[in-house]
């Protein structure tokens, strides 16, 4: 079945990169996405990659995506306070590309 | 962007009672709208799809008659929770495609429950 692997806990410097890493098993995913999520509010769509793509820039973030491994990553470049959050990788199918399969989450903690 | 409103944004209601949560798309339509379900410090977990003008499609494990889904118009999906139980306690939240795109699901603020 579909399945998302994420780390649950990533600490960082503020001015540091940070770096999530994403497992996914379905090779039919059309598109992978980033959410961040602040506690006690809903998803905020960070990026998103088609699944023909390897890589995404989008001003401090970089998302990486290595098909043949079926490995996801976001690279948040200088690092601040407010990326404090939860990031979750998401992706959709081929079969029905609303319903997305998300990830357990990274909390992701910037120390100043 | 394109903005989903989920309502009420918190509620605290009584065991064996009932809460409607409603979720709408305010600048798009959505033939299809979807309910997810977040325990503490976890993913979110799909419940249903909710479908314009016809029946949800419910995930596995999920009650239809306890998690009533109705989506009577292309801006509108509600999820009632019926007899309410502490363990129903949970985030609720519903995302919402435009009709045509698919490239990017709009979610709403999500809603806090909590049963007592």
């Known amino acids: 079945g579909e399945d998302v692997e994420q780390s649950l806990f990533l600490s960082v410097r503020e001015g540091d990169s940070s770096v999530i890493n994403c497992t996914y098993t379905d090779s039919s995913s059309t598109y992978l996405y980033w959410y961040k999520q602040e506690p006690g509010a809903g998803l905020q769509l960070l990026t998103y990659?088609?699944?023909?793509?390897d890589m995404k820039q989008d001003q401090r973030l970089t998302v990486l995506l290595n098909k043949k491994d079926k490995h996801l990553s976001l690279r948040i470049a200088d690092t601040q306070t407010g990326d404090s959050a939860i990031y979750f990788c998401a992706e959709t199918l081929s079969s029905n590309t609303g319903k997305l399969i998300f990830g357990q989450g990274t909390t992701l903690q910037v120390k100043p | 962007g394109a903005v989903v409103s989920q309502h009420p944004s918190r509620v605290i209601c009584k065991s064996g009672t009932s809460v409607k949560i409603e979720c709408r798309s305010l600048?798009?339509?959505?033939?299809?709208m979807f309910w997810y379900r977040q325990f503490p410090k976890q993913s979110l977990m799909l419940m249903a799809t909710s479908n314009e003008g016809s029946k949800a499609t419910y995930e596995q494990g999920v009650e239809k008659d306890k998690f009533l889904i109705n989506h009577a118009s292309l801006t509108l999906s509600t999820l009632t929770v019926t007899s309410a139980h502490p363990e129903d306690s949970s985030f609720y939240i519903c995302?919402?495609?435009?009709?045509?795109?698919?490239?990017?699901?709009?979610f709403g603020q999500g809603t806090r429950l909590t049963v007592v």
């Open positions: 990659i088609f699944s023909n793509m």
């Open positions: 995302s919402a495609n435009a009709i045509g795109g698919y490239t990017e699901a709009f």
């Open positions: 600048d798009f339509q959505a033939t299809t």
